[in-house]
């Protein structure tokens, strides 16, 4: 299922990237996705994993990494302040923090254990950043991005 979704999605995520200069590689078979692009005010590079197994059903597992391939902190942008958003979803212990990443959901060891559950992911945390296809997250993540003064310590 997540290979065919990923196939149907792969023209609408191409055609966002090559519009906003965003480099992305997807792997059906492995349900992975690398997108790199620029910190607009640091000026580093940042590349973004999304482990997508289970997508649809389950929301994929967003997370920057370092240039040796690790998830740390320091790889995740800053949280800003993105006029007429309230919060960012660049969390401040390195995570992003959205209903469409399964890592931000306390069942899986992430922040919120408010959300109703993963299962739930499209309709969970109403009030919060909503996106339902991998462009959608993309656009998610670039407006966040944009609004962000650099990267975490």
């Given at each position: 299922?997540t290979h065919?979704?990923?196939?149907?999605?792969?023209?609408?995520?191409l055609?966002?990237?090559?519009k906003y200069?965003?480099?992305?590689?997807?792997s059906?078979?492995?349900?992975?996705?690398?997108?790199?692009?620029?910190?607009?005010a640091?000026?580093?590079a940042?590349t973004?994993?999304?482990?997508?197994?289970?997508?649809?059903?389950?929301?994929?597992a967003?997370?920057f990494?370092?240039?040796?391939g690790?998830?740390?902190?320091s790889?995740?942008?800053a949280?800003?302040?993105?006029?007429g958003?309230?919060?960012?979803?660049?969390?401040?212990?390195?995570?992003?923090?959205a209903?469409?990443?399964?890592l931000a959901y306390?069942?899986?060891g992430?922040?919120?254990?408010?959300?109703?559950?993963?299962?739930?992911?499209?309709?969970?945390a109403?009030?919060?950043?909503?996106?339902h296809t991998?462009a959608?997250?993309?656009?998610?993540l670039?407006?966040?991005?944009?609004a962000?003064?650099?990267m975490?310590?």
């Open positions: 299922m065919a979704q990923l196939e149907t999605e792969r023209p609408a995520i055609a966002w990237a090559a200069g965003w480099s992305v590689g997807i059906p078979a492995d349900r992975m996705i690398r997108v790199s692009t620029t910190h607009p640091a000026g580093v940042l973004g994993l999304a482990d997508c197994a289970w997508y649809p059903s389950a929301a994929p967003w997370q990494v370092n240039a040796a690790a998830s740390a902190r790889a995740y942008p949280p800003g302040n993105t006029p958003i309230s919060g960012s979803i660049f969390h401040p212990n390195g995570l992003i923090c209903p469409w990443n399964r306390g069942e899986l992430g922040v919120h254990n408010d959300w109703g559950g993963i299962v739930n992911w499209k309709t969970a109403r009030g919060y950043t909503q996106a991998i959608d997250m993309l656009q998610a670039m407006i966040h991005l944009m962000s003064p650099g975490m310590p």
